[in-house]
C-alpha cells in the first residue's frame, strides 16, 4: 500500500452532545478510538484535514496513523457519520490494529479489461452488483483494492465473488458462510431495449398473423 494516511489528534475531555456542538462549530469532529486491547479514548480531529483524506478512496482501506500526545497508533475507519445535508462531517469511529490479529474491512472493487470482454463485444453491457466487498487479513496483509478482471465474461455471463483473485492471506468474509453466499459482483447482458426491439415481429408477420385471426389463410387458396 503506497499511500499512508496521518491523522494528528487531541484528546478529548470535554465530552457530551453541547460540547461536540461547540467542537463542530470551532471546526473539528469528534472522533474515538478503541480497541486492541487499549480503553477507548476520545478525540477531535481537524475537519478540513479529515475531508482532505476522505477524498482519496483508499482511506477506508488503509491502516491509518494516528497520532495522539506525540505517540503514534495504527488504526482503521469503522464508522463514519455525515451531516445528511450538509458537506459536514460529525463522527468518526477508530479502531487499534494488532499487527497478530486479523482485521475485517471493506475494500472495493476496481473493473479492469470490460471492453474487451466477449459479452461486451457481442452488444452486452455490464452491470456491477458490488461494489466493495469485506476481506479478513492482517494489518500487513490489507489490499487497497481487489481487482475484478472481466476480460473472459462471455454475454449473458456471471462474475463471481470467487472468481476475484486473492493474495495470500486474504479471505473473503461472505464466502465463509458457504457457496450459496458467493455472490454476483458482476454481469453482462444485452440491453432489455434492444432485446425487445429483436422480439418485435416484422410487418410481414404482423399482417399474417391479422389475416390468420380474421379466418383467413395466409396460403394462397387451391382453385
Known amino acids: 500500500m503506497a499511500n499512508e494516511f496521518i491523522l494528528n489528534a487531541e484528546l478529548r475531555t470535554d465530552l457530551g452532545k453541547g460540547a461536540s456542538r461547540r467542537l463542530r462549530h470551532a471546526g473539528k469532529v469528534p472522533a474515538i478510538i478503541y480497541g486492541a486491547g487499549h480503553d477507548p479514548v476520545s478525540l477531535t480531529l481537524l475537519h478540513n ?3 482532505h483524506q476522505l477524498e482519496n478512496e483508499a482511506f477506508f482501506s488503509h491502516i491509518l496513523k494516528v497520532k495522539i500526545d506525540g505517540k503514534d497508533n495504527q488504526a482503521i475507519v469503522k464508522d463514519l457519520q455525515r451531516h445528511p445535508s450538509r458537506p459536514r462531517i460529525m463522527h468518526i469511529d ?3 490494529v494488532s499487527a497478530t490479529e486479523k482485521i475485517r474491512v471493506n475494500v472495493p472493487i476496481h473493473f479492469t479489461n470490460e471492453e474487451q470482454s466477449p459479452g461486451v ?3 452486452g453491457l455490464i452491470t456491477h452488483s458490488l ?3 469485506e476481506v479478513a487479513c492482517l494489518p500487513a496483509d490489507l489490499p487497497e483494492y481487489l481487482e475484478a478482471d472481466l476480460s473472459e ?3 449473458n455471463g456471471i ?3 470467487s472468481d476475484l483473485k486473492l493474495a495470500k492471506g486474504i479471505e473473503l468474509v461472505e464466502l465463509a458462510h458457504g457457496e450459496s453466499h458467493d455472490q454476483a459482483v458482476a454481469s453482462v447482458h444485452v440491453p432489455r431495449a434492444v432485446k425487445e426491439e429483436d422480439d418485435e415481429p416484422t410487418t ?3 399482417g399474417e398473423a391479422a389475416a390468420t385471426e380474421d379466418g383467413e389463410s395466409s396460403e394462397p387458396a387451391e382453385e
Do not use: K, W, Y
Open 49 to 51: 484535514e479529515l475531508a
Open 94 to 96: 477508530l479502531q487499534r
Open 121 to 123: 463485444r457481442e452488444g
Open 131 to 133: 461494489t466493495e466487498v
Open 153 to 155: 465474461l462471455e454475454l
Open 159 to 161: 462474475f463471481h465473488m
Open 204 to 206: 410481414e408477420e404482423s
